[in-house]
């Protein structure tokens, strides 16, 4: 029997035409087809080059395993291209995707119709960071005046003499919704609101039904008129000690919301959110119209659910969870601090949702602030926030993500204010946010959206 023999390589990807992220996503799952993808990086906007009149591009890199040689990767790479509209006009004009082998093993390559490693990759930043997130150990071959240059991803892209300080990596929440920026400095805090159609949530339970449509829609209405760029909207409480209702009882609660609200056109910039730990919910919240699983226990709860998330191509929040609502109160011991609790395990949670095929920019993290923490624990997360998000150095998982908070009307913020009447905590829960978007919170959850809109606006103005 021959052997087969395999090939190691990294490939460019490149979009900026129509909608550059679901190009991308395209691209990749028409390339599963002929070759092994096993690193995909995060994306990021960029600005063109050579050829400048032309929309910003989305930029990323994978690492495929193949047993194709270096041109029969590039014809495959090239029929991808085509079956997805790449139209050769302009050189290095606009396209809906571009395809470049950049690297393979630690080979060169000279051909006519191709050159690896890639003749300009060593002045493409486009190119080299997102390499360097996958791969920053490979080798770059290469010739300088006759003789052989051997250097590293890292080394090529720490050598940039330029670098554009404005690229970050994107997260998409749904195309009707700007692009997230989670390491720009001046990015906007989105709101999220908080529609719970559950008869026990500890502070609005009862408060909203599918059943009373009209109340639903001026509620909707008014959360959009408000600033809510994002619906979260949960069929199961997940107060501690509540009752699991099952996954045909909470679609009965959510589908008709999902539908009435995707019918009305005041939410036609807005994203659903589903607050769900069910694989079941999610398919079916999804067929409706969802955009993001808000997952309370980052995929442990319902082993389906990173698998499912990751074929329907949607965004997930994971949150960090220990246990489940009758458990978590009595799971607080962090030996070696919160903090560092919060970042190891999530980053395992991380490592889950990309083995199981979600991509870095379809990823948002949650701390879990009053899940699995104490009053002291709550406090130190939002203290040290800034510090949490800085934690990618020590798990790399975490670089780039962007991050969601979520202490509105908590009873902490309850028992510190001395106000037990969670509709009360308005001032409270404004603390909360204000420290989140200090810490560089990217979204904020929030049930008092009106007063929440105005915080966010001016810790904004502050912290931006």
Same mark, same amino acid.
């Given at each position: 029997?021959?052997?087969?023999?395999?090939?190691?390589?990294?490939?460019?990807?490149?979009?900026?035409?129509?909608?550059?992220?679901?190009?991308?996503?395209?691209?990749?799952?028409?390339?599963?087809?002929?070759?092994?993808?096993?690193?995909?990086?995060?994306?990021?906007?960029?600005?063109?080059?050579?050829?400048?009149?032309?929309?910003?591009?989305?930029?990323?890199?994978?690492?495929?395993?193949?047993?194709?040689?270096?041109?029969?990767?590039?014809?495959?790479?090239?029929?991808?291209?085509?079956?997805?509209?790449?139209?050769?006009?302009?050189?290095?004009? /606009?396209?809906?995707?571009?395809?470049? *082998?950049?690297?393979?093993?630690?080979?060169?390559?000279?051909?006519?119709?191709?050159?690896?490693?890639?003749?300009?990759?060593?002045?493409?930043?486009?190119?080299?960071?997102?390499?360097?997130?996958?791969?920053?150990?490979?080798?770059?071959?290469?010739?300088?005046?006759?003789?052989?240059?051997?250097?590293? *991803?890292?080394?090529?892209?720490?050598?940039?003499?330029?670098?554009?300080?404005? =690229?970050? /990596?994107?997260?998409?929440?749904?195309?009707?919704?700007?692009?997230?920026?989670?390491?720009?400095?001046?990015?906007?805090?989105?709101?999220?609101?908080?529609?719970?159609?559950?008869?026990?949530?500890?502070?609005?339970?009862?408060?909203?039904?599918?059943?009373?449509?009209?109340?639903?829609?001026?509620?909707?209405?008014?959360?959009?008129?408000?600033?809510?760029?994002?619906?979260?909207?949960?069929?199961?409480?997940?107060?501690?000690?509540?009752?699991?209702?099952? /996954?045909?009882?909470?679609?009965?609660?959510?589908?008709?919301?999902?539908?009435?609200?995707?019918? =009305?056109?005041?939410?036609?910039?807005?994203?659903?959110?589903?607050?769900?730990?069910?694989?079941?919910?999610?398919?079916?919240?999804?067929?409706?119209?969802?955009?993001?699983?808000?997952?309370?226990?980052?995929? *442990?709860?319902?082993?389906?659910?990173?698998?499912?998330?990751?074929?329907?191509?949607?965004?997930?929040?994971?949150?960090? =969870?220990?246990?489940?609502?009758?458990?978590?109160?009595?799971?607080?011991?962090?030996?070696?601090?919160?903090?560092?609790?919060?970042?190891?395990?999530?980053?395992?949670?991380?490592?889950?949702?990309?083995?199981?095929?979600?991509?870095?920019?379809?990823?948002?993290?949650?701390?879990?602030?009053?899940?699995?923490?104490?009053?002291?624990?709550?406090?130190?997360?939002?203290?040290?926030?800034?510090?949490?998000?800085?934690?990618?150095?020590?798990?790399?998982?975490?670089?780039?993500? /962007?991050?969601?908070?979520?202490?509105?009307?908590?009873?902490?913020?309850?028992?510190?204010?001395?106000?037990?009447?969670?509709?009360?905590?308005?001032?409270?829960?404004?603390?909360?946010?204000?420290?989140?978007?200090?810490?560089?919170?990217?979204?904020?959850?929030?049930?008092?959206?009106?007063?929440?809109?105005?915080?966010?606006?001016?810790?904004?103005?502050?912290?931006?």
């Amino acid at each position: 029997m021959k052997r087969r023999h395999v090939h190691r390589a990294a490939v460019a990807l490149g979009s900026n035409m129509g909608d550059r992220i679901a190009n991308i996503e395209d691209a990749l799952t028409e390339m599963r087809k002929k070759v092994t993808v096993l690193k995909v990086s995060p994306l990021y906007e960029t600005k063109p080059m050579y050829y400048e009149d032309q929309d910003l591009f989305i930029n990323g890199a994978c690492e495929v395993e193949t047993d194709l040689d270096p041109i029969g990767l590039l014809d495959t790479l090239q029929g991808v291209e085509n079956d997805l509209g790449r139209k050769r006009t302009i050189d290095k004009g /606009p396209r809906p995707i571009d395809l470049d *082998v950049i690297l393979y093993n630690r080979e060169r390559v000279q051909h006519e119709r191709l050159e690896v490693p890639h003749k300009l990759m060593h002045e493409r930043e486009f190119v080299l960071r997102p390499l360097s997130d996958i791969i920053p150990d490979a080798v770059v071959s290469s010739a300088n005046n006759g003789h052989d240059s051997n250097r590293t *991803v890292a080394d090529l892209y720490l050598g940039l003499l330029a670098r554009d300080k404005t =690229m970050s /990596p994107v997260t998409q929440l749904t195309p009707r919704l700007p692009l997230i920026r989670s390491t720009d400095p001046q990015k906007p805090t989105s709101l999220m609101a908080i529609l719970n159609i559950t008869p026990d949530s500890f502070s609005d339970g009862g408060l909203h039904t599918a059943n009373d449509q009209a109340h639903l829609e001026s509620t909707v209405k008014a959360f959009i008129a408000q600033g809510a760029t994002i619906l979260d909207i949960g069929g199961q409480s997940t107060r501690p000690k509540a009752e699991l209702i099952s /996954p045909t009882e909470e679609l009965q609660r959510i589908l008709p919301v999902i539908k009435a609200i995707r019918q =009305m056109p005041e939410a036609d910039n807005t994203a659903i959110s589903i607050d769900t730990f069910y694989a079941e919910v999610a398919r079916e919240a999804v067929a409706a119209g969802a955009d993001i699983i808000n997952d309370i226990s980052a995929g *442990v709860l319902d082993q389906d659910m990173l698998p499912t998330v990751a074929k329907l191509g949607k965004t997930i929040v994971l949150m960090h =969870m220990r246990g489940d609502p009758h458990t978590m109160t009595e799971l607080t011991s962090y030996p070696y601090g919160v903090v560092d609790g919060v970042a190891q395990e999530l980053a395992q949670r991380v490592q889950a949702a990309l083995d199981a095929g979600i991509p870095p920019w379809r990823i948002i993290l949650d701390p879990g602030v009053g899940f699995a923490k104490n009053q002291g624990q709550n406090l130190e997360l939002l203290r040290r926030l800034a510090e949490l998000r800085e934690y990618c150095t020590t798990f790399p998982q975490l670089s780039g993500l /962007p991050w969601l908070l979520g202490t509105s009307r908590k009873g902490f913020v309850g028992k510190i204010t001395e106000t037990p009447d969670p509709a009360q905590r308005q001032m409270g829960t404004a603390a909360t946010v204000t420290a989140s978007i200090a810490g560089g919170a990217d979204i904020v959850r929030v049930h008092d959206v009106a007063e929440m809109a105005q915080v966010v606006k001016m810790a904004d103005a502050i912290y931006r």
